[in-house]
């Protein structure tokens, strides 16, 4: 069974700071992508950023980067100088190549304060 | 333009109500997707279309009857709903997988969703 593990249910930062978001998943899968998305009170899913499971190079997205460790299974993600605006839920995810399903973890609720 | 469209934001019915919700892409994607999502959860997938033909139905029961008319539309009828269908309804799209570009068609665009409340 593929499963996505997010361990950090809330989390809270100052404004400008840097935050590390925790995500494990399982998968006996070689060929993937890992995703993750934003979701705000507004309520729409975002991609923030992706990685191909097959690329070394961790993938970044202006503030936003991941730490992807392919043989432990996780895919963090890392927000630096964090503003107010990424007040969220954000959601890891995982799809197998050639799958249509997206395997969702818990999500973390992360708030930006002041 | 990565951008669907959900309508309508809002919805409510009663238990004897028939109402539609409605999704449109125009990025030219052939795979849509209807998830629901209860308040402070993951999206659960329901129904996916591909190529307009239905190819997941995750075990949704009948009161929820999709619908693709055509490439660039998903409907999800509703009729005689439950007050735990309360939930937000998301909308997605993706390339199919005939496309050559592999990342592309593996990612999915969301919709904003309708909050749909059941009464």
């Known amino acids: 069974a593929q499963t996505v593990t997010q361990s950090q249910p809330e989390m809270s930062v100052q404004e400008a700071e840097t935050v590390t978001l925790s995500c494990t998943y399982d998968?006996?899968?070689?060929?993937?992508?890992l995703f993750w998305y934003k979701q705000p009170p507004s309520r729409q899913m975002i991609l923030v950023i992706r990685?191909?499971?097959?690329?070394?190079q961790n993938a970044t997205e202006n503030r936003f980067s991941v730490n992807f460790q392919k043989a432990a299974k996780s895919f963090s993600l890392k927000i630096s100088d964090s503003q107010l605006g990424d007040t969220a839920m954000y959601f890891c995810?995982?799809?197998?190549?050639?799958?249509?399903?997206?395997?969702f973890g818990q999500g973390t609720r992360l708030t930006i304060n002041p | 333009d990565t951008e669907v469209t959900q309508t309508p934001k809002h919805l409510v019915m009663g238990m004897t109500n028939k109402k539609s919700l409605k999704c449109e892409q125009h990025?030219?994607?052939?795979?849509m997707y209807w998830y629901k999502q209860k308040a402070k959860k993951p999206p659960e997938l329901m129904f996916v279309?591909?190529?307009?033909?239905?190819?997941i139905n995750e075990s949704v029961p009948s009161r929820f009857s999709p619908e693709c008319p055509n490439s660039s539309l998903l409907n999800l009828h509703l009729h005689a709903l439950q007050p735990e269908d309360s939930a937000l309804y998301l909308c997605?799209?993706?390339?199919?997988?005939?496309?050559?570009?592999?990342?592309?068609?593996?990612?999915?665009?969301f919709g904003a969703g309708t909050r749909l409340s059941v009464l």
């Open positions: 997605a799209s993706s390339q199919e997988q005939k496309t050559s570009i592999k990342l592309a068609k593996n990612i999915q665009y």
């Open positions: 998968t006996s899968e070689n060929n993937y992508y």
């Open positions: 990685q191909e499971a097959y690329k070394q």
């Open positions: 995810a995982f799809i197998i190549q050639g799958a249509q399903k997206l395997v």
């Open positions: 990025m030219g994607h052939r795979a």
């Open positions: 279309y591909s190529y307009e033909k239905l190819s």
